[in-house]
């Protein structure tokens, strides 16, 4: 069973900078689409970016595009964000997610992740 633990969240000012890591264990990651979304309460778990298991496939959200990056070591069975350029209203628990994927298809819907991480708080302040 595939196991996802995130790390890297914290509190930063606005306009900052976070790194946050996924590490997986268990099955193959290489067969797995990774993504992170991030929740606030009240809200519905927004897609931040995906990767497909080969890197070559990226998808980003919409608020979070020339901002942050995702990227993906399949001989290190991680997954990382790095998050550029803060805001406040990046501030949210982000979760990274994986779905099993042989081709280079990529999810943006959560629905379709069954593999969760159990999430890192950002906060960003203003």
């Known amino acids: 069973q595939v196991q996802l633990v995130e790390s890297g969240g914290g509190l930063v000012q606005a306009g900052g900078s976070l790194r946050l890591s996924c590490t997986t264990s268990?099955?193959?990651?290489?067969?797995?689409?990774m993504g992170w979304f991030r929740q606030v309460p009240g809200k519905e778990r927004e897609f931040v970016a995906g990767?497909?298991?080969?890197?070559?496939?990226?998808f980003y959200g919409d608020s979070v595009k020339g901002r942050f990056t995702i990227s993906r070591d399949n001989a290190k069975n991680t997954v990382n964000l790095q998050m550029n350029s803060l805001k406040p209203e990046d501030t949210a628990v982000y979760y990274c997610?994986?779905?099993?994927?042989?081709?280079?298809?990529?999810?943006?819907?959560?629905?379709?992740?069954?593999?969760w991480g159990q999430g890192t708080q950002v906060t960003v302040s203003s």
């Open positions: 990767i497909s298991w080969s890197g070559g496939t990226i």
């Open positions: 997610a994986a779905h099993y994927a042989q081709s280079t298809r990529v999810a943006v819907m959560a629905y379709e992740y069954d593999l």
């Open positions: 268990g099955r193959t990651f290489r067969n797995y689409a």
